[in-house]
């Protein structure tokens, strides 16, 4: 049995931090939004959506406590629809998709709503704690290291020098300054009103377009204090001997930036579609998820995205476009070289560097940017994949119908 994407959603990301135009806005809020805008654009009697799953990278507090199952509830969804909250980090509204593609091609649900929710200014990155960043007999078995090391560790590794980084960065701002200002996210980007109706963003909030490689080349290195003051940098030379010292060149501006934003992706069987008059935009190819070495931690995309054209019995020739998290500039740059893709055919719109990276949302609103993009351009297959926290990569294909 096939599963078919007949829907997706998102909210604009909205700056996480105070005075964001989502900030005052709960993650409860940001996940009804996308619900309610699934069920309204497709005319659907809720009672036939069998489950909401939502992923979410920090699940605690007003975003805690199975916020699928809250949502759909709050959203107004027959009281019979099951919801349930999965945490992959990064990576988990991408999961969230591949498990609801998995239920149905198992014949176990018919129609599914799946995506994710992040409120990164109510609920900071890393308030749920881990014991991978804090045990310290954990840090010291596994050898954690922040993100941010690992991302200048892939760029020392293979040679990624700051200007290289930074054009990379510069790149993606305009690009999706270009997409914002010709409207290509239109059919999928959903306002988020307040409870008066009243707008509070109708537009992703945290492009810089101004942005120049003067501006980046001014900004100071984000990990180099830590590195060194907190010896992360001699875990990571335990681990890489033969690196002498890392090239600490990652900063604001060719990071992926810190936002708030939900995204909801309806999926279904080919029956449930007919049943409800709906028309497939996508269809589920294959999925992925693998581990990779956790100290460099973030050159899991290229190894899922592999896994999953092996699952799908696809090359990297047969992949029109590709999506793959900003989360760095160097995990871009190493799955490019790793791969060997024409780099005009990833990230068409930019990505987090200049849209921003609501962590648990983030693969859901990938998913969503390449179905417009693919339908934009006619294309037929796309591969988004995603580095994760711990040392993982998460990769989905999809066919454009």
């Not at 960065?169 to 008066?196: E, F, G, M, P």
């Not at 200049?354 to 993009?373: E, K, R």
Request: glycine fraction near 12%; include cysteine.
């Amino acid at each position: 049995m096939a599963a078919f994407i007949y829907d997706t959603v998102r909210t604009p990301r909205g700056k996480g931090k105070r005075g964001g135009a989502l900030n005052q806005v709960t993650p409860i809020h940001l996940a009804t939004t996308c619900l309610q805008a699934i069920r309204d654009r497709n005319d659907l009697s809720t009672a036939n959506i069998e489950d909401v799953i939502l992923g979410c990278s920090n699940p605690l507090g007003e975003q805690g406590g199975d916020i699928g199952r809250i949502a759909a509830l709050n959203a107004g969804f027959d009281q019979i629809v099951a919801g349930v909250q999965l945490d992959r980090f990064c990576g988990s509204g991408l999961d969230a998709i591949h498990m609801a593609s998995a239920y149905i091609m198992a014949g176990q649900i018919d129609l599914c709503v799946a995506g994710g929710v992040e409120s990164m200014s109510r609920v900071p990155m890393g308030s749920g704690g881990s014991a991978g960043l804090m045990d310290p007999q954990v840090v010291w078995r596994i050898s954690s290291v922040p993100q941010g090391i690992s991302a200048d560790l892939i760029a020392t590794r293979f040679g990624y020098d700051r200007s290289s980084l930074d054009a990379f960065a510069l790149r993606s701002q305009q690009k999706a300054y270009t997409a914002q200002c010709d409207n290509l996210w239109a059919k999928s980007l959903v306002a988020v009103k307040d409870i008066n109706g009243r707008t509070l963003l109708d537009k992703d909030e945290y492009l810089r377009p101004e942005t120049t490689m003067q501006d980046l080349g001014n900004l100071q290195p984000a990990f180099e204090e830590i590195g060194c003051r907190y010896g992360y940098e001699q875990v990571v030379l335990a681990r890489y001997p033969e690196v002498e010292k890392i090239n600490y060149c990652h900063h604001a501006g060719n990071s992926s930036g810190i936002v708030d934003g939900a995204a909801a992706v309806l999926i279904g069987s080919e029956a449930a579609g007919v049943q409800a008059g709906l028309i497939p935009r996508a269809k589920v190819r294959a999925w992925a998820n693998v581990g990779v070495e956790p100290v460099m931690m973030l050159h899991g995309p290229w190894p899922a995205a592999q896994k999953a054209m092996s699952k799908a019995g696809l090359t990297v020739s047969d992949i029109d476009l590709f999506e793959v998290n900003e989360a760095f500039s160097s995990v871009v740059l190493h799955f490019l070289n790793c791969s060997g893709v024409n780099p005009d055919c990833v990230n068409v719109d930019g990505g987090a560097i200049a849209l921003g990276h609501p962590l648990g949302a983030t693969g859901a609103m990938l998913v969503s940017t390449l179905i417009d993009a693919l339908e934009r351009e006619d294309k037929q297959f796309g591969l988004v994949t995603m580095c994760a926290g711990a040392g993982m990569g998460v990769a989905l294909i999809i066919e454009r119908l």
